[in-house]
Nanobody
Framework: VQVVESGGGLVQPGGSLKLSCAAS????????MKWYRQAPGKEREWVAT????????VYADSVKGRFTISRDKVKNTVNLQMNALKPDDTAVYFC??????WGQGTQVSVSS
């Protein structure tokens, strides 16, 4: 059972990045999956949730309208499209399957 994040990097304010979380070892459609992030010196915070069966999504207020979580049931992947990025979005982003597994994270840095 594992999830592996990819797609992080350095981007200028106002730019976009797409993160991916590749899942394996469990029944993808049977789980809710989440993205969290942790900035230096801060606690890990929840970013977004998707129910892989229904596609229902929920977002933190800080990213609502800028980030979009989606899933690809063929590739067993959950994506996080991040637009209009701000320096405050700088963090390590983690994929999580509640009660099952955490990924190792991918760094997102927003800076000019």
């Amino acid at each position: 059972v594992q999830v592996v994040e990819s797609g992080g990097g350095l981007v200028q304010p106002g730019g976009s990045l797409k993160l991916s979380c590749a899942a394996s070892g469990f029944t993808f459609s049977g789980y809710t999956m989440k993205w969290y992030r942790q900035a230096p010196g801060k606690e890990r915070e929840w970013v977004a949730t998707i129910d892989n069966a229904s596609g229902f999504t929920v977002y933190a207020d800080s990213v609502k309208g800028r980030f979009t979580i989606s899933r690809d049931k063929v590739k067993n992947t959950v994506n996080l499209q991040m637009n209009a990025l701000k320096p405050d979005d700088t963090a390590v982003y983690f994929c999580n399957v509640p009660g099952l597994v955490w990924g190792q994270g991918t760094q997102v840095s927003v800076s000019s």
